[in-house]
């Protein structure tokens, strides 16, 4: 079984800046994808960013390009989400998501997706 644990949620002003973090834990994770959802109250989960397990490519929702950026440190075992810019339609519980890619894996649909984490709350202020 593999576990995740993000952390580096909170509260910060538009404008600002954080960095969430993903701790995989379990079996071996070589070769796992992973991404980022978030879920705003009363909306349905949505994409983010995710990366491949060779740290490349990465790819992300329109909505936060340019502003977020999606990173992975194999030998810690962790991945992370730099969230710069960040605006109050960023509040939302973000949760990391890893996978095994597997043929017609899509990487944009949370259903796609074998471990989740609990989820960290990132709430911007205006």
């Known amino acids: 079984q593999v576990r995740l644990a993000e952390s580096g949620g909170g509260l910060v002003q538009a404008g600002g800046s954080l960095r969430l973090s993903c701790s995989v834990s379990g079996r071996a994770v070589s070769g796992y994808a992973m991404g980022w959802f978030r879920q705003a109250p009363g909306k349905e989960r949505e994409f983010v960013a995710a990366i491949s397990a060779t740290l490349e490519p990465t790819s992300y929702s329109d909505s936060v390009k340019g502003r977020f950026t999606i990173s992975g440190d194999n030998a810690k075992n962790t991945a992370f989400l730099e969230m710069n810019s960040l605006k109050p339609e960023d509040t939302a519980v973000y949760s990391c998501?890893?996978?095994?890619?597997?043929?017609?894996?899509?990487?944009?649909?949370?259903?796609?997706?074998?471990?989740w984490g609990q989820g960290t709350q990132v709430t911007v202020s205006s």
């Open positions: 998501a890893a996978a095994l890619p597997y043929r017609g894996f899509d990487y944009s649909r949370s259903a796609a997706w074998h471990f």
